[in-house]
């Protein structure tokens, strides 16, 4: 059955109650009551996707930040908000509040699914599992989030000494921060270690079914994605194949047909619905324009990003010029439409370049789902199925889309003069977190208050 991930906070998510979970401020709930009973704790998995589904992280900027530093000339930030600014320019403070909100709100999210886990046994027995899978689920896709931006990539090398993340999983209750959550960073090997335990335990625990929560096939895409950066290519193949096989999504015959819809696509796998009562839509917000109701056009595209794409592809549908001659993507053009963020071409482009690097026919040959599956569809002929020509037909399919700096970094590239494995490319963790951990949590190097 075909498996969507909806994050939809306006309608029933396993409970009698229909309303939008009210978590703010997350410190002012009283957790022995939140967790005390079946309906509660399923109240509070609606709001842990509500704090996922904000503009800090799945509802915009999470993508917008990936793109900015991996801009390249292919994009630029003209925009007045000095904070995306510094992540384009890769001159990011210690105090930028954009990268603040993303940090705590990751880790607000990643409080709540903590304090599912520990309460679990309260859930009725039969829908223990798929709750307890959500959160896990969220605490791992949280994680990976983080440490694709504020630490060194795998693809650095010195996983067991560089540092990762914080890993807390022991709920903080009643706003009091037990020693458990007094922890120092762990390295990026045991972040990821941690990442790969939660999405694949979710995996073995969802269900599979179309609905508002992830699903198994979900969790397969994400650790497809997890694999990928850290090159281990069979069993990020494996996970892609996975979805492609049986999730049930198609791709759909016409490659616009895949954004600003009013219900989700037959190629989403994680799509979050924008509604005037829920969900946040920052890529619309600073790349489209006040034509359809955004700001000013914060991001515009560069001719070098149009240049990629060949004549008669039709992903030039992506595009279109505004009344002062700039380039917009469309991708993102109009409010309230379904938020893509996991498409299944990512998924066959995942597939497609490990069976090139491995020698392998996983699912299917890197030939076939290059030149049979993704090129046709853009109305284009075959090439030969080289990891190159694979991996620039990734950037083509995915332009705009929030994998930018992570391909960049996975694949040892160079963007606007920075390596990278540089310092630059690495988000400085809040100083207000710092100075809250009196020591314990340290700053990124090359970063000072």
């Not at 798929?130 to 990539?153: D, N």
């Not at 917009?328 to 090139?356: D, G, H």
Request: proline share 3%; glycine share 8%.
């Amino acid at each position: 059955m075909k498996n969507i991930f909806i994050i939809a906070i306006s309608v029933l998510l396993l409970s009698a109650c229909g309303k939008k979970l009210n978590i703010n401020p997350q410190q002012s709930v009283d957790e022995n009551i939140v967790f005390t009973s079946d309906a509660n704790i399923k109240s509070a998995l609606r709001g842990a996707y509500d704090v996922v589904s904000g503009a800090s992280l799945v509802g915009g900027d999470l993508q917008m930040y990936s793109e900015l530093l991996g801009a390249n000339g292919e994009i630029t930030w003209a925009g007045t908000y000095q904070q995306p600014r510094e992540i384009f320019r890769k001159t990011m403070l210690t105090t930028n509040s954009f990268l603040r909100d993303t940090y705590t709100d990751a880790y607000k999210a990643i409080n709540i699914c903590n304090n599912i886990i520990e309460s679990i046994d309260i859930v009725n027995e039969g829908d223990r599992d798929h709750v307890k899978g959500q959160a896990l689920f969220l605490r791992g896709l949280m994680y990976f989030e983080l440490v694709k931006l504020f630490a060194l990539p795998y693809s650095a090398g010195n996983t067991s000494s560089n540092p990762g993340l914080q890993l807390i999983t022991v709920p903080t209750k009643n706003g009091e921060v037990s020693d458990a959550n007094k922890k120092p960073r762990s390295s990026v090997e045991e972040t990821y270690q941690q990442i790969i335990n939660d999405l694949t335990t979710a995996k073995s625990l969802m269900e599979d079914q179309i609905g508002v929560y992830a699903g198994k096939y979900t969790a397969a895409a994400v650790l497809s994605r997890v694999y990928l950066q850290m090159a281990d290519y069979q069993k990020a193949a494996q996970e892609a194949n996975d979805v492609i096989e049986n999730s049930g999504a198609s791709l759909e015959s016409d490659c616009r047909k895949a954004f600003n819809n009013s219900s989700p696509s037959s190629e989403d796998i994680y799509v979050m619905p924008v509604t005037p009562q829920d969900g946040s839509n920052d890529m619309w917000l600073f790349w489209s324009i006040g034509d359809y109701g955004a700001r000013d056009g914060d991001v515009e595209v560069d001719q070098k990003q149009i240049d990629l794409f060949a004549s008669g592809d039709q992903r030039l549908g992506w595009f279109y010029i505004d009344e002062s001659d700039i380039y917009r993507s469309a991708k993102w053009q109009f409010q309230y439409r379904y938020l893509p963020v996991i498409r299944l071409a990512e998924m066959y482009l995942t597939r497609a370049e490990c069976n090139a690097r491995l020698g392998t026919s996983i699912g299917a040959t890197a030939d076939e789902d290059l030149n049979d599956v993704i090129r046709a569809r853009a109305g284009l002929g075959a090439v030969s199925a080289t990891v190159d020509n694979i991996i620039y037909e990734r950037r083509l399919e995915l332009v705009d889309e929030g994998q930018k700096i992570h391909d960049i970094r996975r694949l040892k590239q160079s963007v606007d003069g920075f390596q990278y494995n540089d310092n630059k490319l690495v988000c400085p963790i809040p100083q207000r977190e710092v100075d809250a951990g009196n020591g314990i949590l340290t700053q990124n190097p090359g970063y000072n208050p």
